[in-house]
Structure formats: C-alpha cells, structure tokens
C-alpha cells in the first residue's frame, strides 16, 4: 500500500466513524460549544469542507500549471476563520453541512486516488519561503482532518 493510497483509506474510514456520530449530536454541541479558536462544531465542519474544496482545486491545478504553482492560501493570516463567517456555517442546515462535509472528503479521495504520480513532485507556494509538494499535501490532508475531528472529539466530551 502506497502513502497516498494510506491517505484515501483513511479519509473513508473517518467519514465511516465520523458520520454516524456526527449526525447524533444534539443542538447544543454544535452550534453553542466553542473551542480555544471560538468555533463551534459546525464551523468546524465547515472549515474541513473549505479545506476538502481547497486541497481538491490544488491537486488539480498541480497537475498542469507550472511548478511552483502559486494558488491562494486560504488558511494563512486569518482567512479561514473569514471564509467561515462569509459562508455563514453557523447557520447552516446541519443535515447539508454533513452531506456537504462527506461528499467532498469522498470526492478528494476520488481525486487523490486519480492523481498523475509524475506530478507528485509538483509544487505549490505554501508561502513566500515555504514550497510543499503535491505529495507532501495529500498526505497532510489527512492529518489535519482528523486534527479538526480531534477538537469536535473535545467538544462533545465538554
């Protein structure tokens, strides 16, 4: 088994665990509990969507822009906590967010396992001193949704 393909069976697995418990928390443990960044269950639900359409559109665009690509970042200087409020996830259908939330984590794993391995050597502008791979992004991708679903974890045991 590959790293990458480590990764897609991961993203599955969480969305197999996770759902179920998802769909399960009350009102209050989603929309009124916050964490150490002020955001509640459904914003971060909300946030792991945002990072899924990111990460997807960057697989992409690594794969036939030129290397070093230089695509947006949307977590750095605060912006991800602006996409969430702009996107208003607080007040999201729960039920929506969820499908949302599934849905794109199945496509990215679609993506990841699509993935022209002569392009995982590409890479994108983390920051003006900092370059990832493509490679190296498929496989943080996992890491920072179960750190996100590690804060939930925090929240509903709160």
Not at 89 to 118: C, G, M, P, T
Request: aromatic fraction near 8%; glycine fraction near 2%.
């Amino acid at each position: 088994m590959t790293e990458i393909d480590f990764v897609i069976n991961g993203i599955l697995s969480v969305i197999e665990v996770w759902e179920p418990r998802l769909l399960a928390l009350s009102e209050d443990k989603i929309s009124k509990k916050r964490n150490s960044q002020n955001r509640t269950v459904k914003q971060i639900v909300g946030h792991m969507c945002d990072s899924a359409s990111n990460n997807t559109h960057r697989a992409v665009h690594l794969q036939y822009q030129k290397s070093p690509l230089d695509f947006p970042n949307y977590a750095i200087d605060g912006n991800n906590d602006r996409w969430i409020a702009i996107q208003n996830y607080q007040d999201e259908d729960w039920h929506v967010l969820l499908q949302l939330w599934k849905y794109s984590n199945i496509h990215i794993a679609h993506v990841f396992r699509n993935i022209d391995e002569s392009k995982l050597s590409n890479k994108w502008k983390y920051s003006e001193d900092r370059l990832i791979t493509l490679k190296e992004g498929i496989i943080d991708y996992l890491r920072h949704l179960k750190l996100h679903l590690s804060e939930i974890e925090e929240l509903m045991n709160s």
